[in-house]
Nanobody
């Protein structure tokens, strides 16, 4: 089993930045992909970004490309989502997802962007 804990959410102004963290614990040696998703009120959960732990290959949703950066620190079993030039439409609950030996989710962290 793997446990994921997100942090770093909060309130930001339009054009501002936030950095989300996702700390993994448990059977982390099995993990090979980390992803971030988000869910706004009344909407489906949507993919934001992904990264493979071994090769560091990254992939982004078109809506965040050029503004968000996904990264990770293998030694600390921690993933990050750097969010720059935030927009009100980025307001959502952000979830960390890890894949490897299972499909694991964190509890989420709220991001609110004011205009």
């Amino acid at each position: 089993q793997v446990q994921l804990v997100e942090s770093g959410g909060g309130l930001a102004q339009s054009g501002g930045s936030l950095r989300l963290s996702c700390v993994a614990s448990g059977d982390t040696f099995r993990l090979y992909t980390m992803r971030w998703f988000r869910q706004a009120p009344g909407k489906d959960r949507e993919f934001v970004a992904s990264m493979t732990w071994s090769a560091g290959a990254t992939f982004y949703a078109d809506s965040v490309k050029g503004r968000f950066t996904i990264s990770g620190d293998n030694a600390k079993n921690t993933g990050f989502l750097q969010m720059n030039n935030l927009k009100p439409e980025d307001t959502a609950n952000y979830y960390c997802n890890a894949v490897g030996g299972g499909d694991f989710w964190g509890q989420g962290t709220q991001v609110t962007v004011s205009s």
